[in-house]
């Protein structure tokens, strides 16, 4: 069954982990690929820290509004 997120809960760990961190993290979906070593390392390189979206949230992807049209 899909997993319902609070979006605003979403949003409160993204501010703590700029705040924690002093750096701005890539919010990215669950494609296989953006857990690969690689994009990992890409974006730790530009001094950043990657967050995933929960899965099944599609009311916190913002691409998901557009295809609804």
Same mark, same amino acid.
């Given at each position: 069954p899909p997993v319902h997120f609070p979006s605003h809960l979403f949003l409160t760990l993204s501010n703590f982990a700029y705040t924690k961190f002093y750096t701005r993290p890539v919010i990215m979906d669950n494609l296989r690929t953006h857990h690969c070593n690689f994009v990992g390392e890409l974006i730790r390189a530009k001094g950043a820290i990657s @967050? =995933? @979206? *929960? *899965? =099944?949230? *599609?009311?916190l992807n913002p691409i998901e509004k557009m295809w609804q049209r």
């Open positions: @967050l =995933y @979206l *929960p *899965p =099944y949230s *599609p009311d």
